[in-house]
C-alpha cells in the first residue's frame, strides 16, 4: 500500500469520527490504566461493568489497595484471568504508591516496570491519558493492519514499528482508536463487513465478503 492511499484511509476515518475515545470508562490516569489492566483477554464492555462498581468505592491505589487481594476479586471476578489480575492490580497499587506517590507515571519505562504492564498497555495509558502519540497494537490493529495492507506485520512489534513509520504525524495520536473501533465493529475476524465499511475501496484485502443481495 502506497502512503496516499493510507492518507486517504487516515483522513476518512477522521472524518468519520474526528474525536475517537477509549470505550473503557475512566476519569483519572489511574481509573484508565486499572481498565486497561483488567481489558486483556475480555471485552471493554465487561470491564466497564466491573469498574462501575468497582470505582465509586475505590478508585486510588490506598483505596484500592486497602480491599486486598480477595476483597478486589469480589469486584472484578466477572472478567477473565481475575485472580491473576487482582494480585497484579494490588500488586501495582502498592509501587505506585512507594515509588511514584500514588501517581502514575507519565513514563514508559516507569509503567512497564509495574506489575501485569507491558508494552501495549503502556502505549494505551500514555496515548489516551498524557496524549503521546503511541500506537497500541491490539488484536484488532494487527488484524486491520495486515488485511488491509495499511501496515502489515509478522507480529504486534513490527505491525507498531511499521504504524509508527508510515502514519502521518497528524494522524498518530487518534489511529489507534480509529483502527480499534473499525476492526470492532467493521473488519470483524470471521466475517468483515466489507460492504459497509467506508474505506472498502482503498483496502488491499483480496477476500473481500460482501452480503447477499
Excluded at 483505596?63 to 497484579?88: C, M, P, R, W
Excluded at 500488586?91 to 516496570?113: I, S
Aim: hydrophobic share 40%; net charge positive.
Amino acid at each position: 500500500m502506497n502512503n496516499e492511499k493510507r492518507r486517504q484511509i487516515l483522513a476518512r476515518l477522521r472524518e468519520h469520527n474526528p474525536s475517537p475515545k477509549t470505550e473503557l470508562n475512566y476519569s483519572t490516569p489511574f481509573e484508565l490504566l486499572i481498565a486497561v489492566l483488567l481489558s486483556a483477554q475480555a471485552t471493554d464492555v465487561g470491564v466497564n461493568k466491573a469498574t462501575d462498581k468497582l470505582y465509586p468505592v475505590a478508585n486510588t491505589p490506598a483505596s484500592i489497595l486497602a480491599l486486598g487481594v480477595d476483597g478486589l476479586k469480589q469486584y472484578i471476578k466477572t472478567i477473565g484471568l481475575f485472580n491473576t489480575k487482582a494480585e497484579n492490580v494490588i500488586k501495582t497499587c502498592a509501587m505506585l504508591l512507594e515509588r511514584h506517590g500514588g501517581e502514575v507515571p507519565e513514563n514508559r519505562e516507569a509503567l512497564e516496570a509495574l506489575p501485569g504492564v507491558g508494552r501495549k498497555t503502556a502505549n494505551v495509558v500514555l496515548n489516551t491519558a498524557f496524549g503521546w502519540p503511541t500506537i497500541a497494537v491490539d488484536t484488532h490493529i494487527f488484524r486491520v493492519s495486515n488485511r488491509t495492507g495499511f501496515a502489515p506485520g509478522k507480529n504486534v512489534d513490527q505491525v507498531e514499528e511499521k504504524l509508527l513509520k508510515v502514519v502521518p504525524a497528524e494522524f498518530k495520536l487518534d489511529v489507534h482508536h480509529w483502527l480499534i473501533l473499525h476492526g470492532r465493529y467493521t473488519c470483524l475476524a470471521r466475517k468483515p463487513r466489507c460492504g459497509s465499511c467506508i474505506i472498502e475501496d482503498l483496502c488491499e484485502y483480496k477476500e473481500k465478503i460482501y452480503p447477499e443481495n
